[in-house]
């Protein structure tokens, strides 16, 4: 099954600056996608990352707040732009393709914007 | 458009105690996926199983079993003698084949001794 290796695990930052979060998978996936988990909430989807093509966004995150890249089919990153204390959450890379057809979370990102 | 209920908030059970944890599922596809995930304290989802929409059978996995009814769009978590350990937050989710995820809101599981 995939391996997920995410970073960094956990940041601090001012307001106003942006984070560039990387996901390396040890194998080649299609697809990736980034989670947003907000403290004490569930996981929500940002947004898909296809190599080759722009991500799709789902609806209340935009391309400018959180463009995408994908280089190549195992390395994505997700930059968090322009960062309020509001975007203070867990980011999370994941993959298909885990041990028995499960989806692979990276280890999370752990944001905190002051 | 998919949907995972999951009603329970916070369960608070006793060591030896059997829990059940609910997940109601809404979608219009025929084949689809479900699946249960746990988040610990420490912050990583780690998978407990996936379902297809075909595979009504009970699955069972040590103390972890889980019920999926098609009639009552459900899929249940049952945790048979529960343990400390298994204080977390479970998350039910829902796919088609090869799209992302979509969470429940998660039940958070607090075992004491």
């Known amino acids: 099954s995939a391996v997920i290796s995410q970073k960094p695990s956990r940041d601090i930052c001012q307001r106003g600056t942006s984070l560039t979060i990387q996901c390396q998978v040890d194998?080649?996936?299609?697809?990736m996608f980034w989670y947003r988990q907000q403290p004490g909430q569930s996981l929500t989807l940002i947004a898909t990352?296809?190599?080759?093509?722009?991500?799709?966004?789902e609806s209340g995150f935009v391309i400018d707040k959180f463009p995408i890249s994908r280089p190549n089919l195992t390395f994505s990153t997700l930059t968090v732009s322009n960062m309020s204390p509001e975007d203070s959450s867990i980011y999370l890379c994941?993959?298909?393709?885990?041990?028995?057809?499960?989806?692979?979370f990276g280890s999370g990102t752990r944001l905190t914007v002051v | 458009a998919q949907k995972v209920t999951q009603a329970q908030t916070e369960i608070s059970v006793v060591e030896k105690e059997d829990v059940t944890l609910d997940c109601v599922y809404e979608?219009?596809?025929?084949?689809?996926?479900l699946f249960w995930y746990k988040q610990p304290p420490s912050g990583e989802l780690v998978f407990l199983i996936r379902?297809?929409?075909?595979?009504?059978q009970n699955e069972i996995s040590g103390r972890y079993s889980w019920n999926f009814q098609k009639s009552t769009s459900s899929f249940n978590f049952t945790i048979t003698a529960s343990q400390v350990v298994d204080s977390a937050v479970y998350f039910c989710?829902?796919?088609?084949?090869?799209?992302?995820?979509?969470f429940g809101k998660g039940t958070t599981l607090s075992v004491s001794s």
């Open positions: 994941s993959v298909a393709g885990g041990q028995d057809y499960g989806y692979t």
């Open positions: 194998s080649q996936v299609t697809m």
């Open positions: 990352a296809n190599q080759g093509s722009e991500a799709t966004y």
């Open positions: 979608t219009r596809d025929t084949t689809y996926y």
């Open positions: 379902r297809n929409s075909f595979d009504e």
């Open positions: 989710a829902l796919n088609q084949a090869g799209t992302a995820l979509i």
